[in-house]
Structures are given as structure tokens and as C-alpha cells.
């Protein structure tokens, strides 16, 4: 029963799975020594699908891995053979044009300063002293590190052989942890106490899925953006195309860092580069639609209702990243606030049946079909569980009532514990048993 100290176990391990996904966002957002192993183990989780295939087809694991690794290469390849000449052709242009845009800038900006100072002597001679103070101290601060940064990773021996080691290190590191993926989950799966062990199978395995999607989902969404930016910027005739469409879905890995970076270049370039209006709103109109498409088409079509983040919470998440680990802490804040959610789902799931919000007897309630073997098997299988907590359900044969065949239909069997729906439709025994060990405690 709930509120034993069996439950409050599960209670601790629900907190210590929460405590390990934040501990490990903030290792890859924050540790730059472990940054290699950390992308290792990414890169292999990301390869475990593919890697597992080909092991249940009698084959090593580690072609999974290299069919992977050499993709992205030729994918890359391709990438730089297609767009390289006309990205170099697009710098070359636009560089050209930087003196005109400095000229088209002072003259649109000279006039409306002096037309200023001429109206409100006072208040411009203020905002220009603060405006100058502060340009004196921020931008020789600004180059002053930017330079260092960039003397201490590029032109420093060691900064580069750092670099270098990485991208040697990581998929070595992956490709070992790509073989040996099932033995190192193995070891994990016998730390666990055996009392909680479903428990934090289901929760783990809730979040890999989650994960899984995120990710999956957020590349190919990433991919859509890229090309419709890149071929409405084509389209509107916006300078640099062919650079700012590609990066701006790159980005968008990154929730609205794409939008934002991408559609402020384009927007002033275009401004600039064509001194009008009607080019800088087609770009404007190129940016809404392909947001609109990614809003309303992609995103529930290929995340759907899994990773299930709030807008409000997707922003917290990315401030809260941003603010204690820079851009790093931006990149993680999403995928570790959707599995965090996985937590608090199945910690306020356990909360709402709980002895605590509930009662001491838990009310167990069966909705089923006579005439459907699946709500039988399911049956069969309850009831040895809830007999070994002592609980006995009430079994509820919906064809004698119209309204709860209206809201059940054939979502059958519904399992309800404590006025919660706790499960419906098929379900495999080993994920009963973690969910009644979650919601109810005892024996699984």
C-alpha cells in the first residue's frame, strides 16, 4: 500500500533518477574535460537502434555504428560539393557590397539623429553621452575577449591539438561504448534495488522514449526549416541565402534560436542590400509561414503528444540553461527539461493515488467487455497482481451503460485506481507491474 516504507523508497528513487537527469545535462552543459566522453556515450545512444538491428540480424554491432559515422561524412561530402562554390560566390558579393550598406546606413541614420537632437536637445545629448559611454567601455572589452579567446583556441598549439584530440577521441569512445551498449545498461539494471527495479525501468524507459522522439523529431523539423527558409530567402532574392537558411534550421535545434538569428540577418541584409521595404517584409513573410508549417504540420505531426513541453516551459527551460551554463546549458535545456517532466509525471501519478491524497484503501476499479478476449487476457492478469496487495477490483461491464460506452469505446480494458486512469487498451504484464508498484507499492 501506499505511504509504507516501500513506497517511500520509490518516493527516493523517483527523486534520484530526477537528481541523475539533471546531473547529467549539467556534466555535458558544463564540464568541458568530460565533454568527449559525454558526446561519446551521446553518439552511441544515438547509434543503439541502428547498432541492435544488425545484431538481431547475426551481424557486429559496431557496422551499426560505422554505417552512422560514415553517412554523415558523405552527407557532409555532398553538402560541401553542392553549396560550397555558391556559398563562396554569396560571401564574395556581399562583401563587395559592405562600403555601400556603411553609405546607405549613415545616410539613413545621420538625418534622423540630427532631427532628434533638433527636438530634444537635452535628452539626446544625454542617451548620445550614455550611448558613448557605454560603446567606449563594452566593445574594447568585447574584442578584447573575443581576441583572447580565439588566441587560446586557434592559435595556441595546445587548443588545437585539444580540438583534434576530440574529434579523435569521441568516436573512438562511442565506438566502444556502441559495442559494449547492452553490458554497460546490464550493470547499471544491478545497482538498482530489486524492490523499485520496474519502477525505474518504467520511468527510464519512458524518458529514452521521449528522448528518442525528441530528437528524432527535432532533426527532421530542423532539416524542414532549413530547406523552406533557404528557398523562400531564395524566392524573395535575400542576400545570403544559401548561408542563412541552412544555418538558421540548424539552429532551430534549438528552439526559436533559428527564428531569431535567422530572420534578423536576413531581415537587415535585405534592408540594406535593397533599401526598401517590400523585400525585408517578403523575408518577414518566408520566416511566418515556415514557422506557422513547423507549428501547426511538423511539430505535432512528428513530436506529437510525447515530449508534451509547454511553450512557457520551453522558454524557462532555455533561460534557466542559458543563464547557469551559457550556450551549452541552451543546447541540453530542452531535452532535460522534457525528461524531467517524465519524472514529475509518474512522481504526481504516484501522489494522486497515494495513501496520502486518497485514503488508507485504494479503489480499484475494472472497465471491461464480456465479448472481448484482450479485456479477458487483461483480467487474468490484474487480478493475481492486486491479490497479492490484498485489493480486490471492481469489475465494471460497460455494454450495460450507454454513457460509459460513449467514453470508454474502444479504448478497452480501462484500469482506474482512485477515480485515475491508470492504463487502458493493451498492455505487456512487466509495464503492469511497475505501474501498479509506482501507484500502489507492495510485491510486484
Not at 242 to 270: D, E, K, N, R
Request: with cysteine; proline share 6%; aromatic share 8%.
Amino acid at each position: 500500500m501506499a505511504g509504507t516504507p516501500r513506497s517511500a523508497s520509490l518516493s527516493r528513487m523517483l527523486v534520484v533518477i530526477g537528481a541523475a537527469v539533471l546531473a547529467a545535462g549539467a556534466l555535458f552543459a558544463w564540464s568541458s574535460a568530460l565533454f568527449p566522453l559525454l558526446a561519446g556515450f551521446l553518439l552511441a545512444y544515438l547509434t543503439h537502434p541502428l547498432a541492435s538491428y544488425f545484431e538481431r540480424h547475426g551481424l557486429p554491432r559496431i557496422l551499426g555504428f560505422l554505417v552512422v559515422l560514415l553517412s554523415f561524412a558523405a552527407v557532409l561530402v555532398v553538402v560541401f560539393a553542392l553549396f560550397l562554390p555558391a556559398l563562396l560566390n554569396e560571401l564574395v558579393v556581399v562583401a563587395e557590397k559592405l562600403p555601400s550598406w556603411q553609405e546607405v546606413m549613415q545616410e539613413r541614420i545621420t538625418p534622423l539623429l540630427a532631427d532628434l537632437k533638433t527636438r530634444f536637445p537635452g535628452s539626446y545629448a544625454l542617451l548620445e553621452g550614455r550611448i558613448t559611454g557605454w560603446l567606449q567601455t563594452t566593445i574594447p572589452n568585447m574584442a578584447d575577449r573575443t581576441v583572447t579567446r580565439l588566441a587560446d583556441s586557434l592559435l595556441s598549439v595546445f587548443g588545437v591539438a585539444s580540438a583534434l584530440l576530440n574529434l579523435v577521441l569521441i568516436p573512438v569512445i562511442a565506438a566502444y561504448v556502441t559495442v559494449d551498449f547492452n553490458h554497460f545498461i546490464a550493470s547499471l539494471r544491478r545497482l538498482v534495488p530489486r524492490p523499485v527495479l520496474p519502477t525505474v525501468q518504467l520511468v527510464v524507459g519512458d524518458i529514452h522514449n521521449v528522448l528518442s522522439a525528441f530528437v528524432g523529431g527535432q532533426l527532421l523539423i530542423a532539416l524542414a526549416l532549413g530547406a523552406m527558409y533557404t528557398v523562400g530567402l531564395l524566392l524573395v532574392r535575400a542576400p545570403l541565402a544559401l548561408v542563412i537558411g541552412p544555418l538558421a534550421g540548424l539552429l532551430s535545434l534549438v528552439p526559436y534560436l533559428g527564428l531569431i538569428v535567422g530572420g534578423t540577418s536576413a531581415f537587415l541584409l535585405s534592408f540594406f542590400d535593397y533599401q526598401d521595404l517590400l523585400h525585408p517584409l517578403g523575408v518577414l513573410v518566408v520566416f511566418i509561414v515556415a514557422q506557422n508549417i513547423e507549428g501547426w504540420v511538423l511539430t505535432p505531426k512528428l513530436l506529437g503528444r510525447m515530449v508534451g513541453l509547454h511553450p512557457v516551459w520551453v522558454l524557462v527551460s532555455l533561460l534557466v540553461g542559458g543563464e547557469l551554463f551559457g550556450v551549452p546549458g541552451v543546447i541540453v535545456a530542452v531535452p532535460v527539461a522534457a525528461a524531467l517532466r517524465v519524472v514529475m509525471k509518474h512522481a504526481i501519478r504516484a501522489y494522486r493515488v497515494s495513501a496520502f491524497y486518497q485514503g488508507e484503501t485504494p479503489t480499484v476499479v475494472l472497465y471491461t467487455r464480456k465479448d472481448s478476449e484482450q479485456c479477458r487476457e487483461f483480467q487474468a492478469m490484474l487480478e493475481p497482481l492486486l491479490k497479492k496487495r490484498g485489493v480486490e477490483a471492481r469489475v465494471v461491464e460497460v455494454t450495460r451503460s450507454p454513457r460509459l460506452m460513449r467514453s470508454f469505446g474502444e479504448r478497452l480494458p480501462v484500469f482506474e485506481v482512485n477515480g485515475e486512469i491508470l492504463c487502458q487498451g493493451e498492455l505487456d504484464e512487466e509495464r503492469l507491474k511497475a505501474l501498479l508498484q509506482v501507484v500502489m507499492g507492495g510485491e510486484g
